[in-house]
């Protein structure tokens, strides 16, 4: 298995699969995730303070009410940079969201992310369209009971509205950004398993290439 991928294998239930996290951390400066990646969809909202959230695609500062949409396999970390800093991550496979593909939003929209070929706008910071309408259907989540008998419903439900508002953002994955992303694993994976050794450029490119 690869060294980076997270030592998750399931979210939720199986009709479900969905896992809320509740991150709170009084300590600036402090890496509270490591650099993994896992095979489902991630959504990142800041409630205070604010994090580094760093991908193999961009870093980026979070502040309280931004929002980070995390694709499947991105390779991520997250670092406090404030004292009480509080975060929800929503984690969770697509197969929550599919449908038949013969339905318009499994073929516009889940079947293309899927696919890694499309993506969302990455980050929707305060007062950017779609931020209240995102942030809505994310607190109708966290304000549901987790015994709640409808939580499920209230899950799917909210995610798809979120899914579909955001639907105008969805553009392509470019093939080097896609290259580039297994790449920085291959990367990782070599020098994790000869980091004792004094490892030159060029077996790193050799063992890429």
Request: hydrophobic share 40%; glycine share 2%.
């Amino acid at each position: 298995m690869d060294k980076y991928r997270e030592k998750i294998l399931h979210r939720g239930t199986t009709d479900c699969p969905f896992q809320q996290y509740h991150m709170i951390h009084a300590t600036p400066n402090v890496v509270l995730t490591g650099t993994h990646w896992h095979p489902e969809y991630e959504i990142i909202y800041i409630c205070e303070g604010s994090i580094e959230l760093k991908s193999d695609k961009h870093s980026a500062i979070l502040f309280a009410n931004d929002i980070a949409f995390i694709q499947p396999e991105w390779l991520h970390s997250i670092k406090t940079l404030d004292e009480n800093t509080s975060y929800y991550a929503f984690v969770f496979s697509l197969d929550l969201l599919t449908l038949p593909f013969s339905h318009f939003f499994q073929k516009e929209v889940i079947a293309p992310i899927s696919a890694r070929t499309h993506q969302f706008t990455n980050i929707i910071r305060n007062e950017e369209v779609h931020h209240a309408k995102v942030i809505r259907e994310l607190k109708e989540i966290i304000n549901c009971p987790k015994d709640a008998a409808n939580r499920k419903a209230i899950v799917f439900t909210s995610m798809l509205h979120i899914f579909l508002e955001m639907a105008d953002t969805l553009h392509p994955c470019t093939q080097q950004k896609k290259h580039n992303n297994e790449t920085i694993k291959l990367v990782l994976q070599y020098l994790g398993e000869h980091y004792a050794e004094h490892v030159t450029l060029q077996q790193v490119s050799s063992y890429v290439h």
